[in-house]
């Protein structure tokens, strides 16, 4: 499977290189582009700021080009946080896109449009300040609704960030379950 894995916020760190070897490990083909081009964060407030100074418009311009040389091929996209965002409004406007991984974030659903059967996985803390209770029933209902297939995985007392070794949010039980039913989800595809 080729897979376009988008970092979060905190910038093209070593946890997303350790999350696209992993999956290389398992014999998938990853692409990581940097979208903060080198530049990285330490903590929320960091990510945030940096986040913010570069912009959606541009973050998701480069996310694009990005993926453009890949997406005739069919694409899994996958993102973490931040990522997350950039992976989903991309699935969902390819229509070759072989699938969605989430982890840590989603995005909104389109009003219109159909995701046709898009396989998708959503690994999530439980509870999440940035993916609301609310917020992810929704999602949920208005993926469904766009076609997508949708199963989500939640991790009850994991931070935000889980899988990022580096961070105060990292749970490894949690991380570790994430990335080996991603494994086969993705596998399964």
Not at 145 to 158: D, I, L, P, S, T
């Amino acid at each position: 499977m080729e897979i376009m894995l988008f970092h979060s916020a905190y910038g093209l760190r070593p946890a997303v290189h350790a999350a696209a070897d992993r999956l290389r490990a398992a014999g998938h083909q990853v692409h990581v582009p940097d979208l903060y081009e080198g530049q990285t964060a330490d903590d929320a407030d960091e990510a945030t700021a940096l986040r913010d100074r570069i912009g959606w418009e541009e973050l998701t311009r480069r996310a694009v080009a990005a993926a453009a040389p890949h997406s005739d091929r069919g694409l899994v996209y996958a993102g973490l946080s931040l990522g997350a965002a950039f992976a989903q409004t991309l699935a969902v406007a390819d229509e070759k896109a072989r699938g969605l991984l989430l982890v840590h974030g989603t995005y909104e659903v389109p009003e219109e449009g159909s995701v046709r059967g898009l396989p998708v996985q959503l690994h999530v803390a439980d509870p999440d300040p940035f993916e609301p209770e609310d917020w992810l029933n929704t999602w949920y209902l208005g993926m469904g609704r766009a076609g997508a297939e949708v199963e989500v995985h939640r991790y009850r007392g994991a931070g935000h960030l889980y899988t990022d070794p580096d961070l105060d949010d990292h749970d490894a039980q949690a991380a570790e379950l994430t990335w080996a039913t991603s494994l086969e989800f993705l596998g399964g595809l």
